[in-house]
């Protein structure tokens, strides 16, 4: 028959493996996360870097047309802006749900690893009993033996 300790061997090694998946689930949000927020600063620093251009041109003589067309630029960096914060808005919740769901199949993982120590410690127990059992059963026959082999000694001895 086999022990619960080695039933739940596979167990154990499901619950590992899907906290293994999830923890890098959680990681690949991480580092999309990571990449968006990159991504908008890269966006922010451009668009600085433009609007300081922007005053320069402004300060000269422009023809209408130009300066229309670099504004018109900048409206749509600053949409580009928005959408990638809402990119990070939505990375973030993201990440928050894989964190979640880690830290819930790594619960999941404790309490199986913890519940396989508690079986193979209970083994253990039974084990040490059983063998002091056999100790103390080992033990109860010798000291008969030896109460008979004493007797016997002694009749054998008065009878001579």
């Given at each position: 028959m086999m022990k619960r300790s080695q039933r739940?061997?596979?167990?154990?090694?499901?619950?590992?493996?899907?906290?293994?998946?999830?923890?890098?689930?959680?990681?690949?949000?991480?580092?999309?996360?990571?990449?968006?927020?990159?991504?908008?600063?890269?966006l922010t620093d451009y668009q600085q870097e433009y609007s300081a251009g922007l005053h320069v041109v402004s300060s000269r003589l422009v023809d209408l047309a130009q300066l229309q067309a670099r504004r018109h630029f900048m409206t749509k960096l600053q949409s580009a802006i928005a959408a990638q914060q809402m990119e990070i808005t939505r990375c973030q919740q993201m990440v928050a749900q894989a964190r979640l769901a880690w830290l819930k199949t790594r619960g999941h993982s404790q309490s199986m690893s913890k519940l396989s120590d508690r079986y193979q410690q209970e083994e253990g127990q039974l084990r040490d009993r059983q063998a002091q059992r056999q100790s103390d059963e080992l033990a109860g026959q010798r000291f008969t033996w030896q109460r008979q082999a004493d007797q016997d000694d002694w009749t054998t001895g008065v009878a001579s």
């Open positions: 739940m061997k596979p167990v154990l090694a499901v619950a590992r493996r899907s906290e293994d998946v999830t923890l890098q689930a959680y990681g690949r949000c991480q580092q999309q996360l990571a990449d968006a927020e990159y991504k908008l600063k890269q």
